[in-house]
């Protein structure tokens, strides 16, 4: 898919776990530091209800947009739902977890996006 493609997913992706009060949105561009993904997107919820809640919009809504992941990890245990499109990883922890695990740290080489910037096109 094309840059312009996973942007896309990651601006969808995006709107879903604002509209769900998703709380610390991080987008992660990793598309020059590795092959596995085009971004990665890390929120936390603040309970297994809302981090259920987050995946389930971000899936209906980039389902409504014709995507369909690949691989879904963590929906019954709901303390890291990892949801797999291809071009962009959704992460979406709870508090603890994601202290835990802390993606941002892993991947400091990659670059923090704003939602600014994910609302620009044609780069």
Known sequence: MSDRTSKEMARIAYKALEEKKAEDIRVISIEKVSVIA???LIASGSNRNQVQALAENV???LGRAGYEARQKEGVQ???WILMDYGDIIVHI???DNRLFYDLERIWVDGETISAEELE???E
């Open 59 to 61: 899936e209906e809504m």
């Open 93 to 95: 922890f709870d508090k």
């Open 38 to 40: 085009d971004y990665f």
């Open 120 to 122: 620009k096109d044609g």
């Open 77 to 79: 245990s709901a303390n």
